[in-house]
């Protein structure tokens, strides 16, 4: 059974930094891993994703320059960099894991989720 298991979550200033790290056990996947997030009242949207064989990655705008996924070299666990972070960062932020070949941004396109874990932004 595969797990995906978050953290790193917290509070942040309006310009500051969080990391957050996506623990993958269970099985390899052949495919990706992603970053999703859900504010209140929305839907959860993609955020960022990196192909697990070739680590080509991609971003949803609102995040690029600021926010990096990358993968551990010798662990199976996926970070998320977050900088510059901004009040409309605030969500709680889900990792997900797809075996189907792609790097894909729905979030059905998904099968794996961790639990999530709360990012705040707030002054």
């Known amino acids: 059974q595969v797990q995906l298991v978050e953290s790193g979550g917290g509070v942040a200033q309006p310009g500051g930094s969080l990391e957050l790290s996506c623990a993958v056990s269970?099985?390899?996947?052949?495919?990706?891993v992603a970053w999703f997030r859900q504010a209140a009242g929305k839907e959860r949207v993609f955020v960022a994703g990196i192909a697990w064989s070739g680590g080509s990655t991609r971003y949803t705008n609102s995040v690029k320059g600021r926010f990096t996924i990358s993968r551990g070299n010798a662990e199976n666990t996926v970070y998320l960099q977050m900088n510059s972070l901004k009040l409309e960062d605030t969500a709680i932020y889900y990792c997900a894991g797809r075996t189907a070949i792609g790097l894909a941004t729905e979030p059905r396109a998904y099968n794996y989720w961790g639990q999530g874990t709360q990012v705040t932004v707030s002054s």
């Open positions: 269970g099985r390899t996947f052949s495919s990706s």
